[in-house]
């Protein structure tokens, strides 16, 4: 068996963190739902066969607004109009924390959830994509988060089992939006298994 298709035993989800995160002087805060963040990472999820997309916030007039936007998807004349991004918007779905987070994918897969982190602050623990693509067939559950504004906080980047490394292009500047880094390593991980 191929990785590709270890890969596709395997349950997938990606959570967008709100809180907590950092700002750019490394104060914890809680960041703001963004619409463009919440249609073009609910389309890469869908594409990369992700089972679960959860956007993390525990303020309830964020939630309201996501609400009423991923409904106007997937219940409104959005979805009519558009049937691919209802389909893309039917993994979404709203929490309070990454611990809810976690207890719905236990709940629905009953498997051991492997959490991945993200960030693009270099470590000295960090897995190259090499070596997390060695270890993906080897798990059932995994969630992959990445964190808004500044970054993950380090109480979230602690309670990974795993942290990838950044991504990197050929200068040294390194500021992509959220969106785009899920998008490269959806990419990287998934479609790079194929051998």
Not at 9 to 17: F, G, S
Not at 46 to 68: C, H, M, S
Not at 128 to 151: I, Q, Y
Not at 186 to 193: A, E, F, I, S
Request: charged share 25%; proline share 3%; with cysteine.
């Amino acid at each position: 068996m191929n990785a590709w298709a270890c890969f596709l035993k395997m349950d997938l989800y990606i959570a967008l963190i709100h809180h907590p995160v950092v700002n750019k002087k490394g104060d914890v805060i809680c960041s703001a739902i963004t619409n463009l963040d919440l249609h073009d990472i609910a389309r890469a999820a869908r594409t990369y066969g992700v089972k679960g997309y959860y956007v993390v916030n525990p303020l309830e007039d964020q939630k309201i607004l996501a609400g009423q936007i991923i409904k106007h998807w997937t219940d409104g004349s959005g979805g009519t109009v558009n049937p691919a991004r209802k389909e893309a918007f039917g993994i979404v779905r709203l929490t309070d924390s990454l611990e809810e987070t976690l207890e719905q994918i236990r709940q629905e897969t009953s498997s051991q959830v492997h959490i991945v982190a993200t960030s693009a602050r270099e470590s000295e623990k960090s897995l190259s994509f090499a070596e997390m693509k060695e270890k993906l067939p080897h798990l059932d559950c995994v969630l992959l988060l990445f964190g808004t504004a500044w970054g993950l906080s380090d109480e979230v980047i602690d309670m990974a089992d795993y942290l990838l490394e950044p991504i990197t292009g050929p200068g040294e500047y390194n500021h992509l939006s959220v969106r785009s880094a899920v998008t490269v390593i959806l990419d990287r991980l998934v479609t790079g298994c194929r051998s």
